[in-house]
């Protein structure tokens, strides 16, 4: 008799749908579909008789037939409901025990049958009893995994093909894309996600004003947009927390020096080797040092950089009230599923108070701490890859109970030194010339960044609302740094048309975009254009050529103000007088007629700014923009393998959807599309894309 045990950890893989092909496959009788806790009952004696008459009518055709009887398949669903671990149960009626003994006895007992294929199924291995998978009983062990992006695809095209038959799926829809966006997807998941991307496009057609009016389905279209909002929604059971982990570094990072640097780059450099190394699946490091110095945020910097599939943070917060045994249990858990996943990342924050260590005895949770010590030196199943950050602020404790000699690296990270005060201070834009020395003075030697950073932000609270508009309080240097951007260049002189940062034309994608004349910007007659960040002014003049009543350019080097007005002049001679460029800091900006703009351009704009620039660019937009208005961005993602120090900086089409529309839904996406690879600007084809946002009230 052939007895099939198929494992899976992750929920939603198929394991049902898989079990039923094979039925089917064999051509036996109609599989008995058995979900688990339907084998129990409340009546002494009846958990067994149905197991017993799950097997009633193999045997009677066995006793007829004999060998020649049909092959008859039985699929348990959730089988660790009915086969857990004998004696793990605490019953009086002892039940569960009984019920292993009598389906052992029918799998493989005296008169076992040869006419059966017995097949089971459950997400949690480690609870079944030992004698159901030695040799012989459920001996074939299978293991489903998440599927892989080819695999994703295919899940894909199977749950979109009837939208794409009928003509409901919008041809900007592209499943590639979303295959890889997807990571660590179960296809339950994905099925969520197209459900969820087709509730979003039937919530357009709902007119919320008159609930009786019928659904108009000629015009129902699940565009790229109602599956980047599904993307938002759905969010998968072995996927990264990325958004717990930005709650960790709400400041950013800030470079403070060649220490911060060498913390980075030695960070970078184990995650590519944990990813791509034979010898070495699971690499440890252990972030220590005093409190504040910015040991999380550099570790969740680190895990959101790496890009790997599951990315999960271990902290105390997160147990609160939780008994020993519930800690270890979901530790355990946590390194269980990152076994599942091809390349993981686990940060174990805090590891002190993971152990309950309290200084007065000293006293600390021995039960967990063996737990993590067993953990840190278990290797990941072949084609799995662990990568495990630990950050405390008691090293010395740690090396006492042998957990900092577990870990393979150990870095430490160290308060702020004067000069890593000032680097600090200098690019947050807190001080200028003499202040910065003065301040850097005032402040005691060794202060954690953290520290610093609520210093600062107490001092600009203090300085009231209006002063600390602008994330930089002193706009001199930033200003004077993009003065020498335009005076650079290849040959000393960056005013040249060309070089540098200078695309040379206007964006044919924005050419395209007012030509197709969708969101009203087909006919521009009579409206107000803002373009910060407008560099030579290219698109300033096709924003006039197509109609516009006033454009409005912002720079912030005055070079970049007059090479612009001059090249404006010299294209629209007698309409130069509805384009114009003025020097200005796009946060402070305010529009003197008070009505707001109709129309606002955002190309290369937001990756110029600096990273703690960005938490008032949305907020910004919303201002200047009237009720209605659209503000449309050509997004250029610039990612983290590219310059961090900027210009540019990284940036996503993520990014600008968390800044516009975020929790408090500043504006709504209208529309987010690939730009096609002939009009994107030179060696950047695939790599942009188009967005509309409308301004909410």
Same mark, same amino acid.
């Given at each position: /008799?052939?007895?099939?045990? &198929?494992?899976?950890?992750?929920?939603?893989?198929?394991?049902?749908?898989?079990?039923?092909?094979?039925?089917?496959?064999? $051509?036996?009788?109609?599989?008995?579909?058995?979900?688990?806790?339907?084998?129990?009952?409340?009546?002494?004696?009846?958990?067994?008789?149905?197991?017993?008459?799950?097997?009633?009518?193999?045997?009677?055709?066995?006793?007829?037939?004999?060998?020649?009887?049909?092959?008859?398949?039985?699929?348990?669903?959730?089988?660790?409901?009915?086969?857990?671990?004998?004696?793990?149960?605490?019953?009086?009626?002892?039940?569960?025990?009984?019920?292993?003994?009598?389906?052992?006895?029918?799998?493989?007992?005296?008169?076992?049958?040869?006419?059966?294929?017995?097949?089971? /199924?459950?997400?949690?291995?480690?609870?079944?009893?030992?004698?159901?998978?030695?040799?012989?009983?459920?001996?074939?062990?299978?293991?489903?995994?998440?599927? $892989?992006?080819?695999?994703?695809?295919?899940?894909?095209? @199977?749950?979109?093909?009837?939208?794409?038959?009928?003509?409901?799926?919008?041809?900007?829809?592209?499943? &590639?894309?979303?295959?890889?966006?997807?990571?660590?997807?179960?296809?339950?998941?994905?099925?969520?996600?197209?459900?969820?991307?087709?509730?979003?496009?039937?919530?357009?057609?709902?007119?919320?004003?008159?609930?009786?009016?019928?659904?108009?389905?000629?015009? @129902?279209?699940?565009?790229?947009?109602?599956?980047?909002?599904?993307?938002?929604?759905?969010?998968?059971?072995?996927?990264?927390?990325?958004?717990?982990?930005?709650? &960790?570094?709400?400041?950013?990072?800030?470079?403070?020096?060649?220490?911060?640097?060498?913390?980075?780059?030695?960070?970078?450099?184990?995650?590519?080797?944990?990813?791509?190394?034979?010898?070495?699946?699971?690499?440890?490091?252990?972030?220590?040092?005093?409190?504040?110095?910015?040991?999380?945020?550099?570790?969740?910097?680190?895990?959101?950089?790496?890009?790997?599939?599951?990315?999960?943070?271990?902290?105390?917060?997160?147990?609160?009230?939780?008994?020993?045994?519930?800690?270890?249990?979901?530790?355990?858990?946590?390194?269980?599923?990152?076994?599942?996943?091809?390349?993981?990342?686990?940060?174990?924050?805090?590891?002190?108070?993971?152990?309950?260590?309290?200084?007065?005895?000293?006293?600390?949770?021995?039960?967990?701490?063996?737990?993590?010590?067993?953990?840190?030196?278990?290797?990941?199943?072949?084609?799995?890859?662990?990568?495990?950050?630990?950050?405390?602020?008691?090293?010395?404790?740690?090396?006492?109970?042998?957990?900092?000699?577990?870990?393979?690296?150990?870095?430490?990270?160290?308060?702020?030194?004067?000069?890593?005060?000032?680097?600090?201070?200098?690019?947050?834009?807190?001080?200028?010339?003499?202040?910065?020395?003065?301040?850097?003075?005032?402040?005691?030697?060794?202060?954690?960044?953290?520290?610093?950073?609520?210093?600062?932000?107490?001092?600009?609270?203090?300085?009231?609302?209006?002063?600390?508009?602008?994330?930089?309080?002193?706009?001199?240097?930033?200003?004077?740094?993009?003065?020498?951007?335009?005076?650079?260049?290849?040959?000393?002189?960056?005013?040249?048309?060309?070089?540098?940062?200078?695309?040379?034309?206007?964006?044919?994608?924005?050419?395209?975009?007012?030509?197709?004349?969708?969101?009203?910007?087909?006919?521009?007659?009579?409206?107000? @254009?803002?373009?910060?960040?407008?560099?030579?002014?290219?698109?300033?003049?096709?924003?006039?050529?197509?109609?516009?009543?006033?454009?409005?350019?912002?720079?912030?080097?005055?070079?970049?103000?007059?090479?612009?007005?001059?090249?404006?002049?010299?294209?629209?001679?007698?309409?130069?007088?509805?384009?114009?460029?003025?020097?200005?800091?796009?946060?402070?900006?305010?529009?003197?007629?008070?009505?707001?703009?109709?129309?606002?351009?955002?190309?290369?704009?937001?990756?110029?700014?600096?990273?703690?620039?960005?938490?008032?660019?949305?907020?910004?937009?919303?201002?200047?923009?009237?009720?209605?208005?659209?503000?449309?961005?050509?997004?250029?993602?610039?990612?983290?393998?590219?310059?961090?120090?900027?210009?540019?900086?990284?940036?996503?089409?993520?990014? &600008?959807?968390?800044?516009?529309?975020?929790?408090?839904?500043?504006?709504?996406?209208?529309?987010?599309?690939?730009?096609?690879?002939?009009?994107?600007?030179?060696?950047?084809?695939?790599?942009?894309?188009?967005?509309?946002?409308?301004?909410?009230?």
């Amino acid at each position: /008799m052939s007895k099939v045990f &198929y494992c899976t950890a992750p929920p939603g893989t198929g394991k049902t749908l898989i079990a039923r092909q094979i039925g089917k496959m064999l $051509n036996g009788k109609e599989p008995k579909i058995v979900n688990g806790p339907e084998v129990l009952s409340k009546y002494v004696g009846a958990s067994e008789e149905n197991v017993r008459n799950l097997f009633k009518d193999a045997e009677a055709d066995y006793q007829r037939m004999g060998d020649a009887s049909d092959l008859h398949v039985i699929i348990f669903d959730e089988i660790d409901a009915i086969c857990k671990q004998r004696g793990s149960v605490q019953s009086g009626s002892g039940v569960h025990d009984t019920v292993v003994n009598q389906l052992l006895t029918k799998i493989d007992g005296v008169d076992a049958l040869n006419n059966i294929l017995l097949i089971g /199924m459950t997400n949690r291995k480690d609870m079944l009893d030992d004698a159901l998978l030695r040799p012989g009983r459920l001996e074939v062990q299978v293991e489903i995994g998440l599927p $892989n992006e080819r695999g994703r695809l295919q899940i894909l095209q @199977i749950h979109t093909s009837r939208m794409s038959q009928n003509s409901f799926l919008s041809r900007d829809v592209d499943l &590639y894309e979303l295959s890889q966006k997807t990571k660590n997807f179960s296809g339950a998941e994905i099925e969520g996600l197209v459900k969820s991307a087709t509730s979003f496009a039937l919530n357009r057609q709902v007119d919320v004003n008159d609930l009786s009016k019928p659904i108009d389905e000629e015009n @129902i279209k699940v565009t790229m947009v109602d599956f980047l909002s599904a993307l938002d929604e759905v969010k998968p059971a072995f996927g990264a927390t990325i958004d717990a982990l930005d709650s &960790y570094r709400l400041h950013g990072v800030v470079d403070y020096g060649r220490r911060h640097q060498h913390l980075l780059s030695s960070c970078r450099t184990l995650v590519r080797q944990v990813q791509s190394s034979e010898v070495t699946p699971l690499i440890t490091v252990l972030l220590e040092g005093p409190q504040g110095t910015g040991k999380t945020a550099l570790a969740a910097t680190v895990a959101i950089e790496s890009g790997f599939p599951f990315v999960k943070v271990v902290s105390a917060e997160a147990m609160v009230g939780y008994s020993e045994a519930a800690k270890c249990q979901t530790i355990s858990k946590i390194f269980d599923d990152a076994y599942k996943s091809p390349l993981s990342v686990i940060v174990l924050d805090e590891i002190e108070r993971l152990l309950d260590y309290v200084a007065i005895g000293p006293r600390f949770s021995n039960t967990v701490l063996q737990t993590l010590l067993v953990l840190l030196k278990k290797a990941p199943p072949a084609g799995r890859r662990l990568f495990v950050i630990g950050t405390t602020s008691l090293g010395m404790v740690l090396e006492e109970m042998d957990v900092a000699q577990t870990f393979n690296v150990a870095m430490h990270v160290a308060a702020l030194s004067s000069e890593e005060m000032k680097s600090v201070l200098a690019q947050l834009g807190a001080f200028s010339g003499q202040e910065l020395e003065v301040a850097v003075q005032e402040i005691k030697d060794g202060t954690p960044i953290k520290k610093l950073l609520l210093l600062l932000d107490l001092a600009r609270q203090g300085q009231g609302e209006e002063e600390t508009a602008v994330p930089l309080a002193n706009m001199e240097e930033y200003n004077s740094r993009w003065e020498k951007n335009w005076k650079a260049g290849p040959d000393g002189d960056g005013l040249k048309q060309g070089q540098l940062f200078d695309a040379t034309k206007s964006s044919a994608a924005l050419e395209a975009l007012i030509a197709d004349g969708s969101f009203g910007l087909g006919n521009l007659s009579g409206k107000r @254009i803002f373009v910060p960040g407008c560099g030579r002014g290219y698109d300033l003049v096709t924003f006039v050529k197509a109609g516009a009543k006033e454009v409005l350019g912002l720079e912030l080097a005055p070079s970049a103000v007059s090479v612009a007005n001059e090249y404006i002049q010299s294209q629209l001679a007698s309409q130069s007088s509805q384009a114009t460029v003025i020097q200005g800091d796009f946060f402070t900006h305010k529009d003197e007629s008070s009505q707001g703009y109709d129309v606002g351009y955002d190309y290369t704009f937001l990756c110029a700014l600096m990273p703690e620039m960005r938490a008032k660019w949305g907020t910004s937009w919303h201002r200047v923009l009237r009720p209605g208005g659209f503000l449309v961005t050509l997004i250029f993602p610039v990612d983290s393998e590219m310059e961090q120090k900027g210009p540019p900086w990284p940036v996503t089409p993520e990014l &600008y959807k968390g800044l516009l529309v975020g929790k408090d839904g500043l504006f709504k996406l209208k529309s987010l599309e690939k730009v096609p690879d002939e009009q994107s600007h030179p060696g950047r084809a695939g790599k942009e894309y188009m967005a509309v946002w409308e301004r909410q009230a």
